[in-house]
């Protein structure tokens, strides 16, 4: 796969909900293209995933 199959299939992980299967998508597209929009889509579920809190989800 190329580094823009593996950014867009992050994407629709991504969409998904899926964030640690977007993860492993962005960090492949970023080995095969370091310039890649992914970059900065992996940092952004990083983000999400550093904030989220399941315990405000299961009381």
Do not use: W
Request: proline share 5%; hydrophobic share 35%.
């Amino acid at each position: 796969m190329t580094a823009e199959e593996f950014y867009n299939k992050g994407n629709l992980h991504r969409q998904r909900g899926e964030y640690a299967e977007a993860i492993n998508c962005y960090s492949e597209a970023i080995e095969l293209d370091p310039e890649s929009p992914a970059v900065i889509a992996k940092e952004m579920v990083v983000n999400i995933m550093n904030y989220y809190c399941k315990q405000m989800y299961n009381p």
